[in-house]
């Protein structure tokens, strides 16, 4: 009985040995390989793949190496495939409607799936082995795939192909690939979200080629509220593309070997900022330097007419703009060191900017506010002074009737214009611009061209008398008609109610086109004289004759009275420098509504419709607003019907 006994414990002894040696515990030792009569390599079967999904009725049989292991979660109802164990050339996902597939198919473990009654297809660039549905490759039944599955005997050790991210391609997909001196984009972060089943992406950035890649992490994943480690080193995944960006998806944390130090900036190159510009190409562009800047900030958020999350900087080279990826806590004045490797570059409306990650940004002291330099108007539309701190004197704001908010325009000599404009969110935007001139500082922006970004009212010091807009008089020209009608029926009516004969040459009429200004204007110089109490008529030529009859001038295409409701038209007078400046004006020159403003309240306004200058106005006046306020100057027009040219030579 002894002697029974102790054969039964020797025998369990052995067999628990023996699977603890082989780490297999549910799974029995295969027997004897069967031999396949049609054996084709993934290789071989993903070339009859023409772009639509395969269903095989015959015996072909392929085989492949598991390089998934869905124990920890991260992978579900599928096994991931390589055609060798080392070195592959091609991976495939077999999907299986079974879960803890690890125990039966466990990793190096080569496998052989016979294809017959089964289908290979395509779901974006990741071939697929599994059942023809109409539109897809669906699961292998859970009580069927064992016919289609054989384990092999042999289980060979894995190697993960060594690569970079610059030189993925999509034959790396669904294979074991290794990549090193990669770090975590975000300190501090667990692999998922601990409190959602959702897929996380994780971003690691890459210390070679300072390009990122994404990790995703199933929110069934049973590591998900591990602490991703705060440092550099390689990764062992089995890679996947997700539209344009490649994914790693690891089997379990032993994946990531992050052991070396946080940071990829021990031999950082200073570069100047003017250096940094330079690599932009055109396009967006990822700076492969390993290089870094030190900037001052010149943008003040705390007056909010800039976000948290964008900035200007500058050093003694230049300026740029900087968006962050996150809301930062940076003042006007601080100086800040960066590190550039990876970061991207590309433009925004024009405006150049360089998109900067927190974890980029090595050190934050204070610094020293760059001095403004001092350019004129001329100089900063020329847009050679981008993201740079300026000073520009002689200049004010064209219409002195507006708040700071929005779109207002400063000028120097009441024809050129530099835009400017103000977030509702702005602590000034409520404020009256200045109603006299003198200094500006600011910071040249763009917004497809020159603008200026106005940081608060601090920096605008205005204490010279106004020379510009409403200089108009009573005792002056003004249009008295606007007619903008079908086909080539428009015209403009000018009328002198000065008590006086006025000499039309000191006379011009200016048309903008489209929100162009007035840089580009078409210029049309006045002749003759006006007597006083009547008008003077300007059309098209190709208009009908009941204006063309009535008009004392008629103009060939093309001319400022060529004009669409979008097109602002203006009526100017040489003062005594010589100088034409506006008098009177219909429009705004520096913004396009797309087809047309509204006037008293009638939108659309200044298309297909006849407007009158109400009996009540006695002089022009030069603050066109379109929001028709009251004391505005498109609240005084009758707006009246299209082809209505009833009122023509008449005041």
Known sequence: MKKILTQIILLFSSIFFSCEQNEDFSTPITGVDKEYSNLKSLNEISKLFKGDAIKFDNDITTYGYVISNDRDGNFFKKIIIQDKPENPTIGV???????NLNTKYNLGRKVYIKLNGLALGKHLTTFQIGIKGRNSINRIGLHEYSNFIDRSSEIAELTPTIVTIDNLTDNHINTLIKINQLQPEIKDQTYGNPTSTDTENRFFNNCETFETIIMKTSGFAN??????PNKNGSITAVLNKLENDYTLSIRDTKDVHLTEEYGCNSTLIEKNLVDIR???????????????????????FIHKNITNKKAFAQDLTAGIAIKF?????????DEIEIAVGGLKLNKHEGLLQLNLKSSNIISIRKGVIPTPEKITIEQALTGNYESKLVEIHKIQFKNITKTYVGLNTLTSNCINSLPSYVNTDATFATNFVSTKKGKIIGIMSNFNGPRIHLRNVTDINFTENYDCGTNSTDNDLFFSEYVEGSSNNKYIEIYNGT???????NYQIWGSSNGGGWKTARELQLSGSLMTGKVYVISTNKSISEITDNS???LPYESPVHHNGNDAIA???????GIFKIIDLI??????PGIAWSVAGITKGTKDHTLIRKTTITKGNTNWDSSAGTNTLNSEWEVKDKDDFTSIGKR
């Open 325 to 333: 990826n996150t809301t930062y806590d940076l003042n006007l004045g």
């Open 499 to 505: 008590g006086n004969t006025i000499n039309l040459s």
């Open 587 to 592: 429009g705004d020159p520096d913004n396009n």
């Open 571 to 577: 009526l100017t007078k040489r003062n005594n420098k």
């Open 552 to 554: 004392d001038l008629s």
């Open 278 to 300: 330079s690599l932009f190409t055109g396009n967006e562009t990822r700076i492969s330097e390993n290089s870094k800047i030190k900037v001052v900030i010149t943008s003040d």
């Open 93 to 99: 996902e077999v999907r299986i409607d079974d879960t």
């Open 223 to 228: 590591f998900k509220t591990v602490l991703i």
